[in-house]
């Protein structure tokens, strides 16, 4: 059984416990969460002006939709402004600073209709982040920029919680991957060719669920959840930013969530920074890597 609480006033410790079961923790915006996502719209505003950035894609060709959504995308990424509003969440959900890693926030930016599903606007199968390489102590934040609706959200599917999805995640190699399939991104029009990991059969959608928010909530979840990009029907663009974090006790003490069906190679923890002071993690010998 897979449980979603909301607004739950929890520890962090408590909060992994219940993600690394499968649950999901639902949080209305927060100040701190409101300005994250505000940061992401001042930045979407500018890259697309004088255009609305949710309608912008019906003014652009899907070139000039690209030229404008990669270097906002990277510049959302890199922003030493947005680290520090990640780190302010971070602050406002009790996390310790010291304990705490994250990777590098995302901007995605996820089309309507048919116009472009691949590259910087890539509409993600259904998969799990350990698929990718992520360890199984990670916790996933997501949260829209812009409201969301069911027909522009993310979709999961509880009912793959612990049942194994025959993929080809064996096939991943994630140091590959950041040589070659990130630089790709803005290559990739008509079709993504990078090496995805993807279930080798159909996905069942009889459990599929999708969450509608509005700016700023947020959504946790745990890497070993099956989800995927939900075809956007609604007639704008979704803004929505995800992050990732690991608690340094949990990657020591061998803590996360089951693993049923992953076998990539290499591993992302090497991308986490401290919250405190943003600076990489370390990796002793010691330290497992599920």
Not at 68 to 86: C, I
Not at 153 to 178: H, L
Not at 190 to 216: F, Q
Not at 253 to 272: H, L
Request: proline share 6%.
């Amino acid at each position: 059984m897979i449980g979603i609480h909301l607004n739950h006033e929890l520890d962090c410790s408590e909060r992994r416990r219940l993600v690394f079961n499968g649950d999901l923790l639902l949080y209305s915006r927060n100040a701190a969460t409101a300005a994250l996502a505000d940061h992401a719209i001042s930045l979407a505003s500018e890259a697309f002006a004088p255009m609305d950035p949710q309608f912008a894609q019906e003014e652009l060709s899907v070139a000039a939709f690209i030229e404008r959504a990669g270097p906002l995308k990277s510049r959302f990424t890199n922003d030493l402004r947005t680290k520090e509003l990640v780190r302010d969440v971070l602050v406002a959900f009790g996390c310790d600073l010291d304990e705490t890693y994250f990777d590098v926030p995302r901007l995605r930016l996820v089309p309507h209709g048919d116009y472009l599903s691949s590259g910087v606007s890539y509409a993600y199968k259904a998969h799990r982040d350990i698929w990718y390489a992520s360890p199984t102590a990670q916790v996933n934040w997501w949260l829209p920029a812009f409201a969301v609706t069911t027909e522009r959200a993310m979709s999961f599917f509880p009912e793959y919680w612990s049942k194994a999805v025959p993929n080809s995640s064996s096939e991943f190699d994630y140091d590959e991957w950041c040589r070659v399939g990130r630089q790709l991104a803005t290559s990739q029009v008509d079709k993504d060719t990078r090496k995805h990991p993807l279930p080798a059969d159909p996905i069942s959608t009889e459990s599929e669920l999708r969450i509608a928010s509005t700016k700023g909530d947020v959504i946790m979840f745990s890497a070993a959840h099956l989800h995927a990009t939900a075809a956007n029907r609604s007639g704008r663009t979704r803004f929505s930013i995800d992050f990732r974090t690991l608690n340094r006790s949990d990657i020591e003490q061998g803590r996360g969530a089951p693993n049923v069906d992953s076998r990539p190679s290499g591993s992302t923890i090497g991308d986490f920074i401290r919250a405190r002071d943003f600076a990489p993690i370390q990796i002793p010998s010691a330290w497992q890597q599920p």
